[in-house]
């Protein structure tokens, strides 16, 4: 067991050792750090000081989730073609800019449009970033990659919100929403040392044949790559993903999962609203305990030698659900020990669904579809985003913010139930897989 805790240790170092992969990872970290102080900032600017309804909150979602529905696969795409870093970039300065113009929006209907334009510049980000972690990181180290981004991702979900919870009780908003532009300067200024890296940088070579270009990567001399157009990749996308079952039915059981959630998501604040509405840090700390739980589980799992897709999709599913139904059901002027175990709860669910989820898309793609694989997940997300929150605003109210979430905490707790129960047809007894567990198969078959 030491030996193996100390194999792992080695792994992390090993990975972090990899300059573009550090580069990458804390242009992310940082990035995802002001997120967090501005996702806060927003909720409770329009629920605590503005005071909007359910269904008026649930726009907010669905003007973010709108982009990636028209621009997700498109996003996938073009990120397979492109320096991946200087999208990256490009994605970070424009963010950051948008960011710094919810400071003057003096009401929702101002907020609104402006995320949509942040949203449509994240879409592109998502898929480059998975892509190019793809691409400079080994298929035995993925796992460790993909658990090292989510236990930022988690990190950054504790800290962010806590210390925007501090920062909202001395001061506005406003400050919250000046950090994250920063973070997002902070990213950029990152990723300009190392612009240059990708090896999957394409330059265009003049062809007879139309909307066809000959690709040459720097890092293969002589090796030339066909490519066709744009719509013919995103088409190539979509029966790439047809032939891999495993990937198709990951999509369709996320998609449901997703659904489920998404109709309570946004909603948190109102619940906490009802709850305790005099405490505006409270959101702060529900968030932080979400992530609190995940960042446990991301250190769990990244002492594993692996995962049995089932167990993680599965599982993780039914945390998330029964700590939602779990906070449906506290009554008003409860204890906030109480709200902060649930959310636990919930966030060791998420960690787990999570790295599993991501670790899947990127282990079973190839390395020239993995964008496009993204980017058609993104899609189909954003359709349940759009959807989603409008139905989960229209039932909270009509139903009452406490039963909405008992009842769709329990759809999503069965769906993790049938994960574990029909798992093993769905994704076979495919596992995640660990470096430790990679190097001795490969042992045994040399």
């Given at each position: ?14 990975l ?7 580069r990458l ?5 940082t ?8 996702a ?15 269904m008026t909150?649930?726009?907010v979602?669905?003007?973010?989730a709108?982009?990636?529905?028209l ?8 990120a ?7 999208l990256?970039?490009l ?9 710094l ?42 796992l ?19 210390l925007g ?15 994250g532009?920063a973070?997002r ?5 990152m ?7 990708s ?11 139309p ?31 047809m ?9 369709i059981?996320?998609?449901?999962g ?5 109709m ?8 906490l609203r ?7 840090s409270?959101?702060?700390?529900l ?39 779990g906070?449906?059901l ?13 959310s636990?709860?919930?966030g ?9 989820n ?24 954003s ?33 993790g ?14 596992q ?15």
């Amino acid at each position: 067991m030491l030996q193996k805790r100390l194999n792992i240790k080695l792994q992390s170092r090993g990975l972090l050792s990899n300059k573009i992969f550090r580069r990458l990872f804390c242009a992310y970290a940082t990035a995802s750090f002001g997120d967090w102080f501005d996702a806060i900032a927003i909720q409770v600017l329009l629920v605590y000081r503005w005071g909007v309804t359910p269904m008026t909150l649930a726009m907010v979602p669905v003007a973010m989730a709108l982009p990636g529905l028209l621009l997700g696969s498109l996003a996938g795409t073009i990120a397979d073609r492109v320096p991946k870093v200087r999208l990256m970039l490009l994605c970070d300065l424009l963010s950051a800019v948008l960011t710094l113009c919810l400071l003057v929006a003096p009401s929702i209907y101002w907020i609104i449009p402006i995320l949509m334009l942040r949203s449509a510049v994240s879409t592109f980000m998502m898929p480059a970033q998975q892509a190019m972690t793809r691409q400079v990181v080994k298929d035995e180290e993925l796992l460790q990659a993909t658990s090292l981004n989510g236990l930022v991702n988690q990190l950054s979900k504790i800290a962010g919100p806590l210390l925007g919870g501090v920062i909202l009780v001395v001061f506005t908003p406003q400050i919250c929403i000046l950090i994250g532009a920063a973070g997002r300067m902070a990213s950029c200024v990152m990723l300009w040392t190392i612009r240059y890296a990708s090896d999957d940088v394409k330059k265009a070579e003049p062809v007879a044949e139309p909307y066809m270009e000959t690709v040459r990567s720097r890092g293969a001399k002589g090796n030339q790559v066909q490519r066709g157009s744009v719509w013919k990749e995103w088409k190539e996308g979509w029966k790439y993903l047809m032939q891999h079952r495993i990937l198709l039915h990951t999509m369709i059981y996320s998609f449901f999962g997703l659904t489920a959630l998404l109709m309570v998501d946004y909603q948190f604040t109102v619940l906490l609203r009802e709850i305790a509405p005099n405490q505006e840090s409270l959101l702060g700390i529900l968030v932080a305990a979400i992530g609190l739980g995940a960042v446990i589980m991301l250190l769990i799992v990244n002492r594993q030698e692996h995962i049995e897709y089932r167990f993680g999709l599965g599982a993780g599913a039914m945390g998330i659900g029964l700590g939602i139904a779990g906070l449906g059901l506290i009554p008003s002027g409860s204890s906030s020990w109480v709200i902060t175990g649930l959310s636990l709860v919930i966030g060791l669910g998420n960690g787990l669904y999570m790295v599993t989820n991501q670790t899947i898309m990127q282990k079973e793609s190839s390395t020239e579809m993995v964008g496009r694989v993204f980017g058609i997940s993104n899609t189909l997300m954003s359709v349940a985003l759009v959807t989603a929150p409008l139905a989960g605003g229209a039932i909270i109210e009509l139903a009452g913010v406490g039963s909405a979430f008992f009842w769709i905490g329990l759809i999503v707790a069965i769906i993790g139930l049938m994960g574990l129960l029909f798992g093993r047809k769905w994704w076979r007894v495919h596992q995640v897989i660990s470096e430790e567990q990679h190097e001795s198969k490969q042992e045994a078959l040399h």
